[in-house]
T-cell receptor, first 110, second 112 residues
């Protein structure tokens, strides 16, 4: 079992819709959770971090964390073609070891 | 200028050759990392350094070595390149008390 799992996609949504990206992790002591966006051929860029259960909103992005279910998600509202990218989930345990998921490819159709 | 700069951006090399990838950062962070990215496997940690005297192996260090020349510089070497080291390599840095990374623009390495 991979330590951080994401559906590879592609996830295709129409412009203006909500894109929902999911991530599960195996280490119960994980404390910090991150979403990175990576455009094709480019480097990952941090877009959201979340540390406690519940929702965290930043503009069109909402991160959701459920530690009991070992599940973290990213919602993108009013999806735009410019949101088309691969989204990497990253999980850190003990402030030291960060594990990255393989990423979910998102395609937003104009 | 970019916060984390990697050179070269692209490189094609032959099996058995030694190659060095270089990274420099202007963030002033002590912590620096080298990752490789392969399709379907995500980012995997090769080496990391918490300061110029502290260098540690990551999960896939075999076939690689590193040098921390200064706080701002961290280079990755492939002593004898092999085709399965063909990948996208990223250097990254982060603050001591935060767990979010700033990545360089990457080096696409092809070993033929």
């Amino acid at each position: 079992q991979k330590e951080v799992e994401q559906n590879s996609g592609p996830l295709s949504v129409p412009e203006g819709a909500i894109a929902s990206l999911n991530c599960t992790y195996s280490d119960r002591v994980s404390q910090s959770f991150f979403w990175y966006r990576q455009y094709s051929g480019k480097s990952p860029e941090l877009i959201m971090s979340i540390y406690s259960n519940g929702d965290k909103e930043d503009g069109r992005f909402t991160a959701q964390l459920n530690k009991a279910s070992q599940y973290v998600s990213l919602l993108i509202r009013d999806s735009q073609p410019s949101d088309s990218a691969t989204y990497l989930c990253a999980v850190t345990a003990g402030g030291f070891k960060t594990i990255f998921g393989a990423g979910t490819r998102l395609f937003v159709k104009a | 200028d970019a916060d984390v700069t990697q050179t070269p951006r692209n490189r094609i090399t032959k099996t058995g050759k030694r190659i060095m990838l270089e990274c420099s950062q202007t963030k002033g962070h002590d912590r620096m990392y080298w990752y490789r990215q392969d399709p379907g496997l995500g980012l995997r940690l090769i080496y990391y350094s918490f300061d110029v005297k502290d260098i540690n192996k990551g999960e896939i260090s075999d076939g690689y070595s590193v040098s921390r020349q200064a706080q701002a510089k961290f280079s990755l070497s492939l002593e004898s390149a092999i085709p399965n080291q063909t990948a996208l390599y990223f250097c990254a840095t982060r603050p001591d008390r935060e767990e979010c990374y700033t990545f360089g623009s990457g080096t696409r390495l092809t070993v033929v």
